[in-house]
């Protein structure tokens, strides 16, 4: 089986001055659809390096990232755009929503973008899925955090990407706000998307069907099954 979401180590290095950063230290990593993958380390071990090379948002200074049977890697910042778009959504802790359109404005550009006529009523559908079908006209600014969350996770899958990708999406919502999200991700998970969350939540981890820990940029072997 082809996995939604490949990577083959992958090497990450920042310079700053004579300083060199090693982010990521050869990480290789598979996740299948269906299937959520928890990724946990202490603060600075890589976790946000690893997704944003998952996404395509970053190249990686070697290794190889396959979404979906794609090669995602030495392409145009172009052809990544094009590939993450359709095949990628995306729940960072930075708000994924553009503050001067409403929330189904932004479902609608977030749809345009990939090339996508869903149409008005599959956002409606979706607003009442994870919903907030009665906020479709509000802006992210009249938002509570949750509703905030939720729209984000709209957002992330409203041209249902086979891999999601989030980076402590419940890092500043309270717990109930936080266990609605959780059961939005396991539904994706249960429809046959690829989930992958950073989390310091250990609640989190532990509804996760797996959980890889990085240490220094690399897989912490030590905590494998
Ligand atoms: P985590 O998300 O696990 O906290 P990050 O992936 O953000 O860790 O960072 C991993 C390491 O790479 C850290 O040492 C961080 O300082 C460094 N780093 C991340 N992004 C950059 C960047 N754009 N420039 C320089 N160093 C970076
Ligand atoms: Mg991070």
Same mark, same amino acid.
């Not at 479709?136 to 938002?143: I, M, V």
């Given at each position: 089986m082809t996995a939604t979401v490949e990577c083959e180590s992958v090497y990450r290095f920042f310079h700053a001055g004579d300083d060199e950063t *090693? +982010? *990521? =230290?050869g990480v290789t990593m598979a996740v299948q659809g269906g299937e959520t993958v928890a990724v946990t380390g202490p603060s600075g071990s890589g976790k946000s390096t690893l997704l944003a090379c998952l996404a395509g948002l970053d190249e990686p200074d070697g290794g190889t990232v396959r979404v979906a049977g794609e090669r995602l890697t030495r392409r145009t910042e172009e052809e990544r755009a094009r590939i993450r778009s359709s095949r990628i959504g995306m729940l960072f &802790? $930075? !708000?994924?929503? !553009? #503050?001067?359109?409403?929330v189904d404005a932004n479902l609608a550009l977030v749809q345009r973008l990939a090339g996508r006529n869903g149409g008005a009523e599959l956002r409606t559908g979706i607003l009442e899925r994870v919903g907030i079908a009665d906020r +479709?006209? +509000? =802006?992210? $600014? &009249? *938002?509570s955090g949750g509703e905030l969350a939720r729209a984000g996770f709209a957002v992330a899958i409203v041209n249902d990407p086979p891999l999601l990708l989030c980076d402590e999406?419940? #890092?500043?919502?309270d717990e109930q706000s936080a266990a609605g999200l959780l059961d939005l991700l396991s539904e994706r998970a249960e429809g046959g998307g690829a989930v992958i969350v950073v989390t310091h939540n250990p609640g989190v981890a532990d509804s996760a069907d797996r959980v890889i820990r990085l240490r220094d940029g690399a897989i912490d072997a030590g905590n494998a099954p």
């Open positions: *090693l +982010a *990521l =230290r &802790q $930075s !708000v994924n929503l !553009v #503050g001067h359109l409403d +479709a006209s +509000a =802006r992210p $600014s &009249q *938002l999406p419940t #890092g500043e919502l």
